[in-house]
């Protein structure tokens, strides 16, 4: 799609639509209290929709087990009803071992025994019964995680680079991160109140006694930043390095790109309007990179992003909630529009963007020093999943690694751990420990399944038409082989997998994006293997949308699709040229019947 720009100032009969079933049930709710508070204890085995669609801004979704969907309704029984809780942490941030060890021992004792690395450094927590969800939460915030906010239409978890580096940069970033996160958190006291008793757990994590700052003239007593209704739709934030782009800043609504003058962080480039979900029967709906807005010093951080947020809440919007997100708006008003009303909220100009942008990206993958006499150790996650399983034990392995060390550790964009402030002693008995448990050092994944990630899709995700999590390795599988007879097992390139349009593990802007496209049943009426379409052209840097490639792929003929294309990137590619690079160049997508086989 093309991110040209219209001029007018907005979308004007959007505007004098009601507004959404949706948009009723957020101020019913009475600042996230009612629907949830009333059906918690009433002894069913799932929320009504009303109270599912409220439960979110608390941090969980209502699901059910799409396994055995279809056996359960040809029985005559309910759905295997279950949900899925994500922990909030601004930046990937486990600050101590026993947090992780708490959300782990969640995970076994009220979930499936997994746990979930999302795209936006969270862990999710799959297979908990709506009985189990009071003691879940409130174990999470006895550790100081949160789950408030974690979903829902608000901010979600505020992205920043997790590389515990003590350069000054980094933890500059990761400081400023802290405050927007803080300062943008809901403000009801409803979530207390229903989870814990009304007891105020002094979290830093969340604001602890009403704004951080005075509430402007007009704005909402209880949640002055969003207003009983919130926001139109979800709100993404990240913060990024040029040099570092691992939060994949353009996928986002807001972002803040360092500007970085002799080694000190002084401000950022301010983007907005990023966004990949999309509906392909829809055209009014497509995937957008978010553009610059303008520069501003470090001093100004909650300022222009409470200014942006507030442009979204009151124009965002609130009849189409296809149409709801932020990047359409700046999209039928134009650039120049969409940052005079930021400044008029602002309160004065925005400077113009500094001559900054994306050139890298970097996973931390690995043993690395932070500069501080320690080390930290990236471990690869495949899709993020954290399981045990065929001599496999990253779930147990983990746990017994906390226990015995008691170090922090951080979540990265791409479904990672990283292990921090390690004594350099311990190395030999760390890499005996990887052995010990089976977990793969980066060295052992090839790179393409480094690189690689996929959104849960089935049998959890009720929007999922195709696989993606338990499909992909069959992908990485089929892939190693073909790239390392092509000769290009080194090339690093981007491969996501989502099973439906929504993006959720950013596949627009990917290498090589795969999107579930059809769904298919196998004889026992389980969800099948399905059509994928496939996407070439994006860029492992993420500031460049991808284009169709072929569609309706049925799920066993996708590499042997991808392989002429590596081929003809082989024997085709200028000095230095990357495959996203290539693909681009010679816009590939006219040319998918001309490829000649491998």
Known sequence: MDQGMSD????????????????????????????????????????????????????????????????????????????????????????????????ANVAETAGNGTLRITTRQEFQIHGVVKA???????????????????CGDVERNVLCCPAPLCDGIRTAMQADADRWASHVAPRSSSYWDIWLDGERIANPLLPQAGPVRVPTAGDDPVEPIYGK?????????????????????????????????????????????????????????????????????????????????????????RSDR????????????????????????????????????????DDHLGWHEQGDGKLFLGIPVENGRIKDSDGHRLFSGLKTFFETYGTPARLTCQQKILLVDLDPAWKPKIEAWLLDYGIAAVEQVSTVRRWSMACPAF??????????????????????????????????????MTGCPNGCARPYNADVGLVGRSASRNPDGTPGPGTYTIFLGGRTTGDRLNVVFKDYVPFDRVVAELVP???????????????????????????????SPA
Not at 348 to 353: G, H, I, K, Q, T
Not at 569 to 585: A, H, Q, Y
Request: proline share 5%; with cysteine.
């Open 565 to 595: 294309v590596f081929a003809r990137f082989k024997g085709e590619r200028t000095v230095g040229e990357t495959f996203g690079d290539f693909c681009n160049r010679v816009e590939i997508e006219e040319h998918a019947g001309n490829l």
């Open 229 to 317: 209704a919130y926001l139109p739709r979800k709100f993404k934030t990240a913060f990024a390095l040029p040099e570092d782009n691992c939060t994949d800043i353009h996928a986002n609504d807001l972002g803040f790109l360092a500007v970085v003058e002799a080694g000190k962080l002084v401000g950022y480039n301010v983007l907005v309007g990023g966004g990949l979900g999309t509906t392909p029967s829809a055209q009014k709906t497509f995937p957008f990179l978010a553009v610059p807005l303008g520069s501003i010093d470090r001093a100004d951080v909650l300022d222009i992003a409470e200014a942006v947020i507030k442009v979204f809440r009151d124009f965002g919007n």
């Open 322 to 361: 296809k149409r709801a997100r932020l990047k359409y708006l700046i999209h039928d008003w134009g650039v120049p529009a969409f940052r005079a009303k930021v400044e008029e909220y602002l309160g004065r100009p925005l400077a113009d963007p500094k001559p900054v942008c994306v050139t890298d990206v």
């Open 459 to 496: 049998p959890t995700c009720g929007l999922a038409v195709t696989e993606a999590e338990r499909a992909l390795p069959t992908i990485m599988d089929e892939l190693e082989v073909e790239l390392d007879r092509l000769g290009l097992g080194a090339e690093r390139f981007t491969v996501r």
């Open 132 to 150: 189990d969800l009071p003691a879940t939460i409130r174990a999470i915030n006895e550790s100081l995680l949160s789950t408030l906010a974690a």
């Open 8 to 103: 007018g100032r907005g979308d004007g009969a959007a505007k004098k639509k009601p507004p959404s079933k949706a948009e009723a049930v957020k101020v019913a709710s009475q600042y996230l209290r009612t629907f949830v508070a009333d059906e918690i204890g009433n002894g069913r085995a799932n929320f009504s929709e009303d109270a599912a669609a409220v439960l979110k801004f608390h941090g969980s979704y209502q699901q059910d087990d799409r396994d055995v969907r279809s056996v359960m309704k040809r029985e005559g029984r309910e759905k295997e009803y279950q949900l899925m809780v994500r922990v909030r942490m601004p930046g990937g941030k486990l600050a101590t071992a026993a947090q992780y060890l708490t959300v």
